[in-house]
Nanobody
Framework: QVLLVESGGGSVQAGGSLRLSCAASGFTFSTYSMAWFRQGLKKEREGVAS???????TYAASVKGRFTISRDNAREILFLQMNSLSPEDTAMYYC???????????????????WGQGTQVTVSS
């Protein structure tokens, strides 16, 4: 059974940093493509960053240069380092997994089969 558990969310002031983690189990983590998505209040879910099994990364334009996605295959954990946070980054953040070493549309939610429950990030001005 695939299980994704996010952690690391919280409240931070604008300009601050947070590091999100997603602990994975129930599948061969190293062979999956992984991604982070977010959904703000009354907004659609949007792709933030993705990483395939060869560590190729894709970022949304809104976070490029501020966020870094990474993975630790030995510990089966996905990370999202978020720097220079702004109130516009306030959202529920979700970890997602796709059962292939690469994914055609890395930031498209419909590509991903498995999802975590999310962790809330709130950035105050």
């Amino acid at each position: 059974q695939v299980l994704l558990v996010e952690s690391g969310g919280g409240s931070v002031q604008a300009g601050g940093s947070l590091r999100l983690s997603c602990a994975a189990s129930g599948f061969t983590f190293s062979t999956y493509s992984m991604a982070w998505f977010r959904q703000g209040l009354k907004k659609e879910r949007e792709g933030v960053a993705s990483i395939d099994s060869n560590d190729r990364t894709t970022y949304a334009a809104s976070v490029k240069g501020r966020f870094t996605i990474s993975r630790d295959n030995a510990r089966e954990i996905l990370f999202l380092q978020m720097n220079s946070l702004s109130p516009e980054d306030t959202a529920m953040y979700y970890c997602a997994a796709y059962p292939s070493p690469w994914v055609a549309t890395p930031l498209a939610a419909w590509e991903y089969n498995y999802w975590g429950q999310g962790t809330q990030v709130t950035v105050s001005s």
